[in-house]
């Protein structure tokens, strides 16, 4: 590698993107956010078109480093099961974007970012965000990066949510969209989980409001109780039966209250971690942006309406048997929208029982069929002339 | 009436049954509960061969008020869809008895009574107990009510856990057993549940490690938070779409925290109302009971050896199919057990969209096969002849 080269690999290994005066985020609510920070990784490189730039869009709870450790908790890569050489999303191929979402709290400008007008945290004073708020931010970056027209954007969770608004808003913008494990609109079941959890680090005396950075505290009780809770619904009962059941921690019974079984130490553990690595008012967000979330509200709920204009974008949608958070019932809603719509689309449901967390975890049909379809794309992309840039 | 009537009619509405110093309560953890108290209802009247009677058991956050208003909130009786005139469990023909559980906090021994060591209120010093121990208290108080064998055992969620304990503990003095949406042992998922309600409890600083009570507190935001994430479990995601879908408060989104969304206003509505009546050191017990029961844990795990010696009893188990919480596999199990036991069992799953509540609720086929079988249970019994009593 020449110096050179080796520079410009440093530059695309990703930073903050800052936007000036004259390019504010406008947002769904009416407000704007001025002096727009976009942290982001990038992996791979651009090819000498430009065609071979894919957008991954991340869950709720993660963030940029998809194909890299967490600078925090060192915890490897969030989507090494898909991410990687070799792998659907190859960097040796695809010159692959990963941004915190705006509301966020890796970088990207969100409650914890500092208020210019009052050169505090913003806490509640942050304006209320939405996916689409999201993927403008997103797109901004893209632009930023001289990127006219993705060949893919791809997501899971909160993340398929957010290539579903790409298809609505920037349909030219994309080639391919991959829609994993969610849904065109957040169910009842999953606004009653979430305002569980934003009522549970409300509760916390330390959330103070929403103040509680400008006042040295943080909400961790608050915070892990919300995680457990949302921790539950990526699992499948049969998922936790197998990895746990009943089993206990120790010999026999504490008669108290510390955690007796194998599935109340983990439980706690990932409410415990998940305060190390995110903020309570980012997750506060987060979650109403979700709860938001209706793709076709705006088209009288006809989601066929939504889709029509990306009708040449080449769709994969892929759900899971366990999955009780976004289940099949919702990849199948958006599937038969897109067939309203004439648009060209796959859709695989994929036999698991991991419940919603299967997106994330080791599932060789979810590889096997992203990569075939990845493949196919590239080729009508003409990008396998490019194989070896 | 006559006037002996009258005060037995008085008598027999319940109070507060208190247990001499040499009745202790043995508890399954190898502890005792000296000076036990056991707060009850009953409805209708005993007849002379003392056949009649039925214990309902109630569920984690019910009370002794099967058949009458809340003391408290006053809230209509809480099983008025199969308790009353005409009913299936008929104060006409039964003599239908109700007691709080021991570990709760209408009336019952439980963390909130004083304990007589400190002349403060146990709490966390209370010792844990479990379903067997409140059967346990039970029978005391059947047994001071003049009762040797009752004619029926009948409960839903918790409750129906005791009707399998009664079972496995007194087959000898019960002539029928109705277990409703209900398991032999609580779920790996259930479990997980639960310990987020009390991690949302203990995480209340006004908690004070259960010791509010003396302090003069209540963790009031906690128990909210732990009871609006149990609430979730017993809807169905059907029933959630169905009452509220994503209809909301208002004619617009707040974009803030408020409850923007109907479901959101329901769920705090059900926190904030179930701290009026509910105490929080209840709440943590009750929930460990529940998470302990394992029915066929001290028979190597079979449950057929745990009803053998209850053949004779006339059981009827019911499911609803929306059910999450407790799946029809759960009573499925139950029903393999009973029959590989060689006892007598009818096995009812209902089509419902309710979820696990819909065992509080109007659910026509329940009243209906469930009046079927204590009918036939009656006649089996020769209740048919005292029809007048």
């Known amino acids: ?10 530059q695309h290994n990703g930073g ?34 430009r065609s071979n730039a894919i957008l991954v869009c991340h869950a709720l709870s993660l963030d940029q480093y998809v194909a890299s450790s967490h600078p925090l908790t060192g915890r ?22 990963c941004s915190n979402v705006v509301g966020g709290c890796m970088g990207s400008t969100g409650p914890s970012s500092i208020n210019p007008a009052t050169g505090a945290p913003w806490g509640l004073a942050f304006p209320v965000i939405t996916i689409a708020d999201m993927v403008r931010a997103q797109a901004m970056l893209v632009d930023a990066l001289g990127v006219k027209t993705l060949f893919a954007v791809v997501g899971g969770s909160m993340g398929g949510m957010q290539v579903l608004q790409w298809a609505a808003d920037y349909p030219d913008r ?25 009522q549970a680090i409300m509760a916390d005396p330390d959330w ?21 809770a949302a921790h539950i619904t990526y699992l499948s009962e049969p998922a936790l039966h197998r990895k746990f059941g009943r089993e206990l921690q120790s010999d026999g019974l504490s008669w108290g209250f510390d955690a007796d079984f194998q599935v109340e130490s983990y439980l ?111 080729h009508s992309r003409g990008l396998d002339a490019d194989a070896s840039l």
């Not at 103070?208 to 457990?228: H, I, N, S, T």
Request: hydrophobic share 45%.
């Open 1 to 10: 590698m020449t110096l050179a080269e080796t520079a410009q690999a440093d």
């Open 16 to 49: 903050v993107m800052t936007f000036a005066a004259d390019q504010p985020l406008k947002l769904d609510s009416g407000g704007r956010i001025d002096g727009l920070q976009v942290a982001y990784m990038t992996y791979g490189r651009l090819n000498a078109d």
């Open 76 to 97: 490897r890569a969030w989507w090494r099961t898909l991410v990687g050489p070799g792998l659907p999303l190859d960097p040796d191929k695809h010159f692959i974007i």
């Open 174 to 198: 994309i080639f391919a969209a991959v829609c994993i494990a969610a849904a065109a609109r957040h169910s009842a079941q999953n606004i009653a989980f979430h305002e569980v959890g934003r």
């Open 208 to 228: 103070r409001g929403g103040d509680y950075a400008a006042q040295g505290v943080r909400p961790e009780k608050g915070l892990a109780v919300a995680r457990m």
């Open 268 to 378: 706690r553990h990932q409410g415990a971690s998940f305060v190390d690595r995110f903020d309570a008012n980012s997750y506060l967000y987060i979650t109403r942006a979700m709860d938001y979330f209706d793709l076709a509200a705006s088209r009288n709920g006809v989601l066929a309406d939504v889709f029509r204009p990306a009708r040449d974008v080449r769709f994969c949608v892929f759900s899971f048997t366990s999955d009780w958070l976004y289940p099949t019932v919702e990849s199948r809603a958006i599937v038969r929208a897109l067939n309203a719509a004439a648009a060209r689309v796959s859709f695989v449901e994929i036999d698991s029982d991991k419940g919603h967390d299967a997106f994330l975890l080791e599932e060789p049909v979810l590889r096997e069929a992203l990569g075939g379809f990845m493949s196919s794309a590239a």
